[in-house]
């Protein structure tokens, strides 16, 4: 089945720094990859996601990149501010009757003031 | 408002009483699903259901059971829980799995 890899685990920024989030995956045939940001006490929650026919997408300061032939996509945000404080997880699955959507073990994001 | 809503949000139970965790979706989604979160395991899949009568095993089905009767529900049961199915729980829906998925608030459970 499809293996997700997601580094770093944790990550301390300056407000006002980027922050970068790489996720590797294993199965060729992925082409969905969602990102997810998780805040205390609530469920994940939809921040962008990205299609294996589009090699880039940019949501304000969130933007995500795919690279197809290495198998890896990233999560950028820009002009990080405290509220950007949570856990981020990226995720991957493909088009086929029975599919799961596979996550990475996510990401701890620290924004300091 | 589009929600998924599971209930209960906490329980604490002890090994062997069969325990059931509901979650209800008000989005006509047909996708849902079921995972649980663990420190440094991230979220894992248990089950999901990709129509009513339609189920299917995720990465982690072991000592879970499921249920997809009508399109808006779909019942997670533990028929005899132990201590290491104590964890967070979450559903989740879509339309297809290809979507963004909903998710609910969460429940935690400890098993004694």
């Known amino acids: 089945g499809e293996n997700v890899e997601q580094h770093p685990s944790t990550l301390s920024v300056q407000e006002g720094d980027s922050a970068v989030i790489k996720c590797t995956y294993s199965?060729?045939?992925?082409?969905?990859f969602p990102w997810y940001k998780q805040e205390l006490g609530k469920g994940p929650q939809l921040i962008i996601d990205?299609?294996?026919?589009?090699g880039e997408k940019k949501d304000q300061r969130i933007a995500v990149t795919l690279n197809k032939t290495a198998k890896h996509f990233s999560l950028h945000i820009t002009e990080t501010q405290p509220e950007d404080s949570a856990v981020y997880f990226c995720?991957?699955?493909?088009?086929?009757?029975?599919?799961?959507?596979?996550f990475g073990k996510g990401t701890m994001l620290l924004v300091s003031p | 408002e589009a929600q998924v809503t599971q209930n209960p949000r906490y329980l604490i139970t002890v090994t062997g009483k069969k325990l059931t965790v509901t979650c209800s979706q008000n989005?006509?989604?047909?996708?849902m699903s079921w995972y649980r979160q663990d420190p440094g395991l991230g979220l894992r899949q248990i089950y999901y259901s990709m129509n009513v009568e339609v189920t299917d095993k995720g990465d982690v089905p072991e000592g879970y059971k499921v249920s997809r009767k009508e399109k808006r529900n779909f019942p997670l049961i533990l028929e005899s829980p132990s201590p290491n199915q104590t964890s967070l729980y979450f559903c989740a829906s879509s339309f297809i799995v290809n979507q963004p998925q909903h998710f609910g608030d969460g429940t935690r459970l400890s098993i004694l």
């Open positions: 989005m006509n989604h047909e996708y």
């Open positions: 995720a991957a699955s493909k088009d086929s009757g029975y599919s799961t959507l596979t």
């Open positions: 199965d060729s045939a992925s082409n969905y």
């Open positions: 990205i299609r294996s026919n589009v």
